[in-house]
Nanobody, 124 residues
Framework: QVQLVESGGGLVQAGGSLRLSCAAS????????MAWFRQAPGKEREFVAT????????HYEDSVKGRFTISRDNAKNTVYLQMNSLKPEDTAVYFC?????????????????WGQGTQVTVSS
């Protein structure tokens, strides 16, 4: 079992930055692929970024490439999402997710564990 708790969301102006954190509990965190998803009002949840268990491999959704960076600290059981150059269209609830297999995935259904989400609002 892995339990996930996100933090770091808030209100920021366009062009600003935020860093989201996802604290995980459970012995299997270090063997989990981790990811961030987001869900804007009235829209489906969508993939943002994912990172391998070692942190050596990452993959991003096209609209956030070059602006967002996913990273992890296995000693702290935490995964991060550094978000720079934020745009109003980045406004959403951001969710952390864990996949107990070693394969990176972008599909929601491949992730076994989810956090409760943290709100990010970008004003224009």
């Amino acid at each position: 079992q892995v339990q996930l708790v996100e933090s770091g969301g808030g209100l920021v102006q366009a062009g600003g930055s935020l860093r989201l954190s996802c604290a995980a509990s459970g012995r299997t965190f270090r063997r989990c692929v981790m990811a961030w998803f987001r869900q804007a009002p009235g829209k489906e949840r969508e993939f943002v970024a994912t990172i391998s268990w070692s942190g050596g491999i990452t993959h991003y959704e096209d609209s956030v490439k070059g602006r967002f960076t996913i990273s992890r600290d296995n000693a702290k059981n935490t995964v991060y999402l550094q978000m720079n150059s934020l745009k109003p269209e980045d406004t959403a609830v951001y969710f952390c997710a864990a996949n107990a297999s070693p394969t990176l995935h972008t599909a929601i259904g491949e992730y076994d564990y989810w956090g409760q989400g943290t709100q990010v609002t970008v004003s224009s």
